[in-house]
């Protein structure tokens, strides 16, 4: 049996944003079309519209201005692809001096059998491995969702908090209070 080794993994590097995200690197005179990712919302779907705001800081807490952050997530019936006007994926890129990023959403329905969630990855210099996380919102029962009950007593690193115009959230990438992430 022939084995194959592990390539060795690198990091995303400082131009991450400007190859996926280049409106935020200030290219968008030289594509054409929009920046894929932008605008989930692209007509006028039912379901309540959010704002869900992510903010990204590293260990000490400082903004991590050159993330790009890309969620998934079902739609208000808790199905993917089924909301006209509605895309159930979007990417932007983080402010580079707050690490916020914006999502214009839907607010997802539960998908069988787990608590209404958005998925969210996140690519940054310095992470070898994109990470993966979970956001609940604080309004729903999410003790019934297996990926709470497995986090048990830090399950609330993945909790939204409510706003005015929807959900705000940190993801802290080490720390205290450090983000539940999977290991994928």
């Known amino acids: 049996m022939t084995t194959l080794k592990e390539s060795p993994s690198q990091t995303a590097g400082p131009y991450v944003h400007i190859g996926c995200t280049p409106h935020q690197a ?21 379901g309540q519209q959010i704002t869900l705001d992510i903010t990204v800081l590293d260990g000490t807490d400082q903004p991590v201005g050159d993330a790009m952050v890309e969620i998934w997530q079902a739609g208000p019936d808790g199905e993917f692809n089924s909301t006209e006007g509605f895309s159930n994926w979007g990417r932007q890129a983080a402010d580079f001096n707050t690490g916020l990023v914006r999502f214009l959403t839907l607010k997802p329905g539960a998908v069988s059998g787990q608590a209404p969630h958005v998925l969210v990855w996140i690519a940054a210099r310095g992470i070898n491995l994109a990470l993966t996380t979970r956001i609940y919102f604080p309004d729903e029962d999410n003790r019934i969702d297996p990926t709470t009950a497995l986090a048990g007593e830090r399950a609330h690193t993945l909790i939204a908090e409510a706003t005015d115009a929807g959900y705000s959230h940190t993801v ?5 209070n450090e983000t539940v992430f999977f290991d994928v």
């Open 172 to 176: 802290r990438l080490q720390g205290k």
């Open 26 to 46: 200030g290219l968008a005179r030289r594509q054409t079309g929009a920046t894929l990712g932008t605008n989930m919302v692209t007509g006028n779907p039912r």
